[in-house]
Each structure stands twice: as C-alpha cells, then as structure tokens.
C-alpha cells in the first residue's frame, strides 16, 4: 500500500487501505501490543500472555478481533 502510494498510484492505495480498514481497525481497538499479541496466539502462534501492566482485551474487542480476522481469511484455531 505504501508503495503504491510513493509510486503515484494511489487510486490501488487507497482501495487496498479501505479493503483492510476494518482488520486495521481491529488491530487497534486496544492499547498496542495487545492485540497483535491476541491476534497470533488466534492463529497458533503461541506467544504467550501479557506482563503486567498489559491485560487481556475487552470481550467485545476480542470478538471483534476474531471475526475480523475471519472475516480476512486467517485461519483461527479454536
């Protein structure tokens, strides 16, 4: 997407920024990196808990999380 936009071609862009707006959204819906961290023990990439003073994210972003990534095509474990 950034390339796109340095080489001038930012109609491409700005398709593939409003395409992921709503996972990048998601990803952003709690203080950094707990959602990153949530997104990939989602996906079997087991990187463990948060330390302190991180917690877990709110049940209803954790959902939102969830079904954006499904919604992308990310293969979740259960």
Request: net charge negative.
């Amino acid at each position: 997407m950034v390339k796109m936009y340095l080489d001038g071609d930012t109609a491409a862009s700005t398709e593939l920024q409003l395409k992921y707006l709503d996972l990048c959204s998601s990803l952003f819906s709690d203080v950094n990196p707990i959602p990153v961290k949530e997104a990939m023990n989602m996906m079997g990439e087991e990187v463990g808990p948060f330390r302190k003073p991180l917690v877990d994210m709110e049940p209803a972003n954790r959902d939102r999380l969830r079904r954006e990534l499904g919604n992308y095509g990310i293969s979740l474990k259960e």
